[in-house]
């Protein structure tokens, strides 16, 4: 059965600080991963990955896949009480999301 | 250029009825997906239609149906509401065979309560 697991379901930091979410997927027919930033209803796109080792950026956000291990992260530096919300990772094909990291910034 | 539009934004229902929900795609966009994320569990798949098809279903009963009309617009429906369907319902639209290139976009979501 397919499923994408992320880790931790929760954390709390300052800000400041650097973070790394995790996901590792087991999804057949693997084509990409997908992360998603989800402030209050509507996930926003952050980023896809299909080929491993590969680092996308965007800002202070980055993440990388590793086809071999089968998973991802996504790292935040310096983050800011913006960045507080619910981080979704998901397996393409059928689209299965993980439960998502719940990330808090403290001021 | 108006993102995808869902409604109603809330919903109470009581047990045993039936809810419609709406879902208006991004223009161009062919393909529309549903998701419902209850409290805890992530987002879960439902349903994804693609030119007034539905290509694929997610592990729900039958009581989760929806349709795509010719405008590309879609309709949820669960019938027979039991007190866990309560959850907020996503809907995310996509050009086919462009999803996986730049992933979807989502509508801020309609939350329903059974009571």
């Known amino acids: 059965e397919d499923k994408v697991v992320q880790s931790p379901l929760s954390l709390v930091v300052h800000e400041g600080d650097t973070v790394t979410l995790n996901c590792s997927y087991e999804?057949?027919?693997?084509?990409?991963l997908l992360w998603y930033k989800q402030e209050k209803k509507a996930p926003t796109f952050l980023f896809m990955l299909t080929s491993s080792g590969i680092e996308k950026k965007s800002g202070r956000l980055s993440s990388i896949l590793d086809k071999k291990e089968l998973f991802s992260i996504l790292n935040i530096t310096a983050t800011q009480t913006g960045d507080s919300a619910i981080y979704l990772c998901a397996g393409d094909d059928k689209i299965i999301f993980g439960k998502g990291t719940r990330l808090h910034i403290l001021p | 250029e108006a993102g995808v539009t869902q409604s109603p934004t809330h919903l109470i229902k009581t047990r045993g009825q039936q809810a419609t929900l709406r879902c208006s795609p991004i223009?161009?966009?062919?393909?529309v997906y549903w998701y419902q994320q209850a409290l805890g569990l992530g987002l879960q798949f439902l349903l994804w239609?693609?030119?007034?098809?539905?290509?694929n279903r997610g592990n729900f009963p039958p009581r989760f149906s929806g349709r795509q009309f010719p405008n590309y617009s879609s309709e949820l429906n669960v019938n027979a509401l039991e007190l866990e369907d309560s959850a907020l319902y996503l809907c995310a639209s996509s050009l086919i065979g462009w999803a996986r290139s730049y992933g979807y976009t989502f509508g801020s979501g309609t939350r329903l309560t059974v009571v």
């Open positions: 999804v057949t027919n693997f084509r990409s």
């Open positions: 239609y693609d030119e007034g098809e539905e290509r």
């Open positions: 223009s161009g966009h062919t393909s």
